[in-house]
């Protein structure tokens, strides 16, 4: 155990090479505080779903650690299931399962993993498909969904379990531009409900207003980190002004 | 409408070339000298059995009534005896275990035994088949060197050497080892054998879904038991049930080979009533006849099932 008070996410050095020699991590040390919205904004490739993942540990690092919650997750002996539990993840590409119906998808894991009965499981998976505007799609297959309502159903799947954190790895990225509006929005009410959200995205304009901190990163570094105040309208690195240029 | 017609004239042109087929066939057998017989072929598959019934007493035939034959004794009693058809006249005298007829019940013959049993042992083989196949599929894409090599030596010996070979190994060898009857040796080597080939579909059809779903899964804090069961395996059961169903059809039709060891399945059974009519012909195309609609049966099944599960994809 250890305790790093205020803190409920801690990177510590974390580097991460890919067994083809793709250095996509490079020293990367963040702390993410309880009730804090981080976005991670950088070019592609720069090593952001990376990081993300490394969190809730579906990629391992090399060296380093990440604590998550007070649990050293990147520890080989940390019973991983558990404290994936905890934290919630979206996908750019949704990920739902085509085999169950919307309802199914929300409730499945928290009847496996949360041991709660199917009653329960269906009220609180009824709870967040309304708060996500899709309970009227419960019986529905994902086939028969857009992109936009595909995602709303992995968001309320995810927030079923109760997570303490929530991850988002530019969850808006392959949804026609229609339908961009309708998830930020989701996520911006999250933000302001307070939930612990790190958001990888190359929407600015979300980034500026849900962002407690912005991070930027390049080539597998952490460049810059500040308030959006600082990020976007005082860069101090000509790497990140260059970015900003480029996107802005 | 050109469409339609020129469909309705493709599928005349086709039954015109299937009668064409059945009458060289028939020209065919003319020129070899062929009898054909095919009114024995029925009792093959089903025959009337009679069984005789005896008097039980000693006594005069005084009537039949509602297939029941009175028998009166010497002291004047009355018995009654259901017989179908009797063939006493009234008024005979019998002794007690004299025939006063007999009773008719239709019997399976011997191709239609033949045939329960090609269906019994292809039913547990492809139950231990499956069961062979799921677990050395998933130990294929393990990342355990020990399992991952177990099964490859497995699918790998098993797909390099004949099944013939097989069953006579498994019933000679193992069989008597273990003292396996017939009908256990047969399944069971029927069983590692298309176990191997299952094992490769499951295999290709658990690679074939998407990383992304075992992904969001683990993300949600499931196990890999979890994610097999309630995940991977409904979504690829659904995309290899073409393949399993094909599978399938070649181990009923596999099953045929376990004629060498004696077992009396249909092949076995309809070699032993060649030999006993001398018409091979027609019997042979009874067993081809019986085999094809047990495997189109499985065929049109795997369809139904097919379009059941599209809906939700
Ligand atoms: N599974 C992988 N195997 C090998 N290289 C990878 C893999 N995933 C990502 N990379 C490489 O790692 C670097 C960082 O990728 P990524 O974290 O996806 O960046 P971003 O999300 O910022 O676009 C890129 O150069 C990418 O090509
Ligand atoms: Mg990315």
Do not use: C
Not at chain 1, 34 to 60: D, M, P
Not at chain 1, 132 to 160: C, F, H, M, W
């Amino acid at each position: 155990m250890n305790d790093n008070g205020d803190y409920i996410i801690v990177a510590e050095q974390v580097n991460k090479t890919y067994p083809n020699g793709v250095k996509a991590l490079r020293d990367v040390s963040l702390g993410v505080k309880k009730g804090e919205v981080v976005v991670i904004v950088g070019a592609s490739g720069s090593g952001k779903t990376t990081f993300l993942r490394t969190i809730n540990q579906l990629e391992t690092v090399d060296s380093g650690r990440i604590i998550v919650d007070n649990v050293e997750i990147t520890d080989p002996k940390t019973n991983l299931t558990k404290i994936r539990a905890d934290i919630g993840m979206v996908f750019q590409h949704f990920n739902v399962f085509p085999h169950l119906t919307v309802l199914e998808n929300v409730m499945l894991a928290q009847t496996l993993v949360r041991k709660r009965k199917k009653e329960e499981a269906k009220q609180i998976a009824m709870e967040f498909l309304t708060k996500v505007g899709i309970e009227d799609k419960k019986e529905e297959y994902p086939t028969n969904l857009s992109g936009g309502q595909k995602q709303r159903v992995a968001i309320a799947r995810a927030l079923a379990m109760h997570p303490k954190i929530m991850l988002f790895d530019e969850a808006t990225s392959a949804l026609d531009p229609e339908m961009v509006g309708g998830i930020l929005d989701i996520m911006k009410q999250l933000a302001k409900e307070g939930k612990t959200m790190i958001v990888v995205t190359h929407e600015m304009g979300f980034a500026r207003e849900a962002a407690d901190r912005i991070v930027y990163m390049d080539s597998g570094k952490i460049i810059e980190m500040g308030t959006p105040e600082e990020i976007f309208d005082h860069p101090k690195t000509d790497r990140l002004k260059q970015f900003l240029s480029q996107i802005l | 409408m050109n469409r339609k017609k020129n469909t309705l004239f493709w599928n005349l042109a086709f039954f015109a070339v299937i009668i064409g087929i059945g009458f060289f066939i028939y020209r065919a057998s003319l020129k070899i000298n062929y009898t054909w017989n095919w009114r024995a072929v029925p009792s093959y598959l089903v025959y009337k059995a009679q069984h005789e019934i005896d008097s039980p007493v000693n006594g005069v035939v005084e009537g039949f009534k509602d297939g029941e034959l009175s028998v009166k004794t010497i002291k004047g009693k009355v018995i009654y005896v259901k017989v179908e058809h009797p063939i006493l006249k009234i008024g005979a005298v019998v002794n007690a275990g004299d025939e006063l007829g007999y009773n008719a019940s239709y019997k399976p013959g011997p191709l239609l035994m033949g045939l329960y049993m090609t269906i019994k042992i292809s039913v547990v083989s492809i139950v231990i088949a499956l069961a062979i196949g799921l677990i050395t599929g998933l130990m294929r894409i393990s990342e355990n060197p020990l399992l991952k090599n177990l099964s490859t030596v497995y699918i790998e010996l098993v797909r390099g050497t004949p099944l013939l070979v097989q069953i006579f190994i498994v019933y000679f060898f193992i069989g008597t080892l273990f003292n396996m009857t017939r009908f256990i040796a047969g399944a069971f080597a029927l069983a590692v054998f298309e176990g191997a080939y299952i094992a490769e579909i499951i295999r290709a059809g658990i690679q074939s879904i998407p990383k992304g779903q075992t992904e969001a899964s683990l993300a949600l804090g499931m196990n890999y038991f979890q994610i097999m069961r309630h995940i991977i395996i409904p979504q690829a059961f659904k995309r290899v049930l073409p393949a399993l169903a094909g599978q399938f059809i070649s181990l009923i039709k596999d099953s045929s080979l376990l004629s060498v060891i004696s077992l009396t399945e249909l092949t076995k059974a309809g070699r032993e009533v060649v030999a006993s009519t001398f018409s091979p012909f027609e019997v042979w195309f009874t067993v081809a006849a019986l085999y094809f609609v047990v495997t189109y049966g499985l065929s049109l099944l795997d369809r139904y099932l097919e379009r059941r599960l599209a809906g939700d994809e």
